[in-house]
């Protein structure tokens, strides 16, 4: 059974810096695209990152890009989401999920697992 399980969300003041984590288990992700989106009161979840698990491979949505990066250790099996100069609006429930597919998907249906999400807040 898979489990994604997200840590490191928080509040912080515009500017500020924030790292979370989905750990991972219950099955090998070598072949899967792991992905970070995020969800705002009031809006549709939103694609911010992706992260191919072998290989390495990346991509950004355009609000995030140069201020937010993915990175994965394989060895405890975790994806992280390094996110510098935090903006107000950058405030949400970030959610890390996996896909089956080792491509660089960007659309949440497209993703099979999910964890129960992080709260992100920051401050102006």
């Known amino acids: 059974q898979v489990q994604l399980v997200e840590s490191g969300g928080g509040w912080v003041q515009a500017g500020g810096s924030l790292r979370l984590s989905c750990a991972a288990s219950?099955?090998?992700?070598?072949?899967?695209?792991m992905g970070w989106f995020r969800q705002a009161p009031g809006k549709e979840r939103e694609f911010v990152a992706v992260?191919?698990?072998?290989?390495?491979?990346?991509d950004y949505a355009g609000s995030v890009k140069g201020r937010f990066t993915i990175s994965r250790d394989n060895a405890k099996n975790t994806v992280y989401l390094q996110m510098n100069s935090l903006k107000p609006e950058d405030t949400a429930v970030y959610y890390c999920?996996?896909?089956?597919?080792?491509?660089?998907?960007?659309?949440?249906?497209?993703?099979?697992?999910w964890g129960q999400g992080t709260q992100v807040t920051v401050s102006s």
């Open positions: 992260i191919i698990w072998s290989g390495g491979s990346t």
């Open positions: 219950g099955r090998t992700f070598s072949n899967y695209a």
């Open positions: 999920a996996a896909g089956m597919r080792a491509t660089l998907l960007s659309t949440w249906s497209q993703y099979d697992y």
